[in-house]
């Protein structure tokens, strides 16, 4: 007696097919979901401000959540050994986008290097490195000018600062593109030169320059100075940048003029700054805080680390010292050197005659090649500014228009609280 065999209909094995699909799918599905949720969720911390007490007794770290998640900070070490901390502003958690002030209280020795470890409740590990900072508790600065070309020249202070940030500014209307920069900054002195990007040889220029002493004052005018180190180079192809965090609360437009203040990689380099979170706004006293890297424009595309001085004050205009002052922001107007400069824009006092200090430098980032500033002409009433670019890949030094930022003093002078 024989049994016969049937095969499966295609109705139940279509059924069956669906239901497997159905399976495999529901399973990836969920799998996907949980690596999504991973990737996403990430935690990052930076320290975005530094402040050193009297005799560098605490430090007073400003930590921004640059990730997607909340972080929660249970423990830190200083130099691999556990320390207290307290939240001046802000907590121990710190939202997505937010930023909290931490306060270590250590015997720190002014000019040692600290490395600081910050664990999270979710495990995460951040590093952070600084070098301890005697500030001065007197405010001194002094303006002055030199003439400077493609070797490093030696500028004697007439103050001694603790920790002297410097910022300059050459003039010129011809000639090559150039940039102020700075190396063996100290206490009575620094060297300075101008260089081109193309590394051609830069006849002598004027180069003003303002020497400001670190740390957050409120006189003879609302101000600070910082500093800090980066390898972070914003370029044509990709404006990466740092951000930094202001130490006080300002009001109105302000300026921010910044420099590179080393030369631990030779190669050239200049610095830019902009807005928060928009590389073509201008900084805002409204935000928390400001973009700031190196800029390598169209000829540098990564670099050594250098460091970068900053000065930031509210627009105004005053008198020191006997001294007539204006710091100012110019309108998104300032075009390029090869375009028809000077870019013109108005004191908002008067002057007896051309101020001879001037410091320039632009505050956004809207030309993809990257550029800066430059001083190209100086009158009582006005003065005449230009976006300059690097000939490293084409010979155009044409630019769209920037907002810039400047500072001007009519004479040369130091000053003492």
């Known amino acids: 007696m024989s049994r016969s065999k049937k095969a499966l209909s295609p109705v139940i094995a279509t059924v069956i097919l669906l239901a497997v699909v159905i399976a495999v799918a529901l399973v990836t599905a969920g799998w996907l979901s949980s690596l999504t949720v991973s990737f996403m969720d ?12 009297q005799d560098c007794s605490y430090v007073d770290l400003t930590l921004r959540n640059s990730g997607t998640s909340t972080v929660t900070i249970n423990g830190i070490k200083v130099n691999s050994q556990s320390t207290t901390f307290t939240f001046i502003s ?27 470890l910050f664990t999270t409740l979710k495990s995460s590990v951040f590093y952070w490195h600084l070098e301890a900072r005697l500030l001065a508790s007197t405010f001194r600065m ?51 030169k101008v260089q081109n990007p193309s590394g051609l040889v830069v006849p002598d220029t004027l180069v003003c320059y303002w020497v400001v002493e670190e740390g957050v004052w409120d006189s003879p005018f609302k101000m600070e100075a910082g500093k800090y180190s980066t390898s972070t180079v914003g370029e044509n192809n990709n404006w990466r940048y740092d951000y930094r965090d202001y130490g006080q609360a300002y009001s109105g437009k302000i300026v921010v003029l910044h420099q590179v203040m080393s030369n631990d990689d030779p190669t050239w380099i200049t610095s830019y700054v902009s807005r928060a979170n928009s590389r073509t706004d201008p900084p805002r006293s409204s935000d928390s805080g ?11 595309d990564s670099h050594g680390s250098e460091e970068i001085g900053y000065v930031i004050l ?27 400069p000077p870019y013109y824009t108005s004191f908002g006092q008067s002057f007896s005659q051309p101020p001879a200090v001037v410091l320039a430098c632009h505050q956004e980032a809207d030309g993809g090649d990257g550029g800066w500033a430059e001083v190209y002409s100086v009158a ?10 690097d000939q490293v890949r084409d010979s155009e030094r044409s630019h769209t228009s920037e907002t810039c930022g400047f500072m001007v003093f009519e004479s040369v002078e130091s000053y003492v609280e």
């Open 42 to 53: 990430i935690e990052e911390l930076r320290v975005t401000n530094e402040s050193w007490g």
């Open 142 to 192: 002094e303006w002055g000018t030199t003439i400077a070309n493609s070797t490093f020249k030696t500028v004697h202070l007439q103050n001694h600062y603790e920790s002297p940030i410097i910022v300059c500014s050459p003039s010129y209307n011809s000639g090559v593109p150039r940039t102020g920069r700075l190396k063996d900054v100290s206490s009575e002195s620094f060297k300075v």
């Open 380 to 389: 009582a009433t006005q003065l005449g500014l230009a976006v300059d670019e």
């Open 90 to 116: 802000g907590s121990e958690i710190i939202s997505s986008g937010e930023s909290a002030v931490m306060r270590i209280t250590e015997a720190f020795i002014p000019g040692n290097t600290y490395s600081v």
């Open 290 to 300: 400001f973009r700031i890297a190196l800029n390598g424009a169209e000829a540098v």
């Open 314 to 340: 509210q627009e105004a205009t005053g008198v020191v010292d006997g001294v007539k002052w204006e710091a100012k922001q110019t309108s998104d107007s300032v075009n390029g050197f090869g375009n028809s």
